[in-house]
């Protein structure tokens, strides 16, 4: 659910006009929009410096004296760095 909230986002932004604010159902719309957006704990995972490759992982692991967290993803489509998993 909250995939797509995010993903349209900025379609309905794009959609509501200053205009429009005025009418009180399109305020208690926009106020329900704006609480049922993600937090700042809710996105924190896509904040991460993920690395593309586990030998790239590797080398700035050794390079930052730093532990490797894997995560492997088995799905046809899967993206981590995508959120799509």
Known sequence: MRRLIFAITPLIALMVQP???QDAEA???LERFQQLQP????LAMYRLDWESSLAEAQQRA???ERPI?????H???GDITSGHC
């Open 19 to 21: 205009s429009s604010a």
């Open 27 to 29: 305020g208690r719309v």
């Open 75 to 77: 799905a046809r489509y």
């Open 39 to 42: 937090g700042e704990d809710d």
């Open 69 to 73: 967290c894997l995560v492997i993803i």
């Open 62 to 64: 050794r390079q930052e």
